[in-house]
Structure formats: C-alpha cells, structure tokens
C-alpha cells in the first residue's frame, strides 16, 4: 500500500473526548492513497527524554487485513512562514529502525462548520542539494 514513492493527502479530526478509550486514539481521519482511503488514528504520547508531546500515527485497519504502518507527526518548531507546515514527521514503511521512510506534515485548519482539524500530505523524503547539505554541517 504504501511505498517509497507514495504521495497522499488526508485529514485528521478530534475524537469527541467522552466516548473516547483512554489508550484509543485523540484524532482519526483517512489518506487518499491510490484512490483509496486508508484509516489514520493518532495517539497522544510524551517524548521519554525532552517530555514535549507527539502523534503516533498509525496508518492502515488489521479488521480490514491491511499493512498497518507507523509513524511520528511532531509540532513544528520552526515554522518558516504561514505556508509551513505546523507539524513534521515520518513514517516508517517497516518496522526496522534502518527501515525507509516517508515524510509527513500537517496543516492546523478549520472547517466550513469551524470545527478544527489537519490536512496532512505523506510524501517521499526530500532530496537535499549539496549546498544545502554544507549549509547544515558545521564548520
């Protein structure tokens, strides 16, 4: 399903907090991802070292038999201008910690009935230039 060369777009919502499992997911959505749409839940969890908050981010449904993957959306912090994205992260496409990834980022936005959400793009990893590269060594 999902493959290095997978570009997607999708949108996460809140869970309504009273009917919501402690360990289930605080956000739920789907990814259009070759024409299909794919079950995304987030999970709230806290970094073990810094204990800044994250969305684990699984991809996929095993009721439907489904490659489940996994991932990280971080808040951004960072943000470059209005266009940026105020989330970034990965995903893993398998459960190796060498394994490849894909990038994703989201997008704080609100609906036409003003309930909150965000629009999230997974794409391949970005090829940095050379310069780019020595701009981000230090000297």
């Known amino acids: 399903m999902l493959t290095i060369e997978t570009k997607a777009n999708g949108a996460l919502f809140n869970t309504e907090p009273e ?6 997911p605080v956000m739920t ?3 259009d991802v070759a024409d299909q749409k ?15 908050n994250y969305l684990s981010i699984k991809i ?3 009721r ?14 960072d943000k470059r201008g209005e266009k940026s994205p105020d989330y970034t992260g990965y995903i893993s496409l398998e459960a ?7 990038r994703i ?9 003003g309930k909150p959400f ?13 310069d780019e590269a020595s701009e981000a060594l230090p000297i």
Do not use: C, M, Y
């Open 19 to 24: 009917g919501r499992n402690p360990n289930g």
């Open 29 to 31: 959505g789907t990814l």
């Open 38 to 52: 794919v079950r995304v839940a987030a999970f709230l969890k806290a970094a073990k070292e810094s204990g800044k």
């Open 60 to 62: 996929g449904d095993e």
């Open 64 to 77: 439907k038999q489904e490659p489940i993957f996994h991932g990280k959306l971080f808040p951004s912090e």
């Open 96 to 102: 190796s910690d060498d394994a490849p990834h894909l």
């Open 105 to 113: 980022a989201g997008w704080k936005k609100v609906d036409r009935n």
């Open 118 to 130: 965000i629009s999230i793009e997974v794409a391949a990893p970005r090829k940095v230039s050379s």
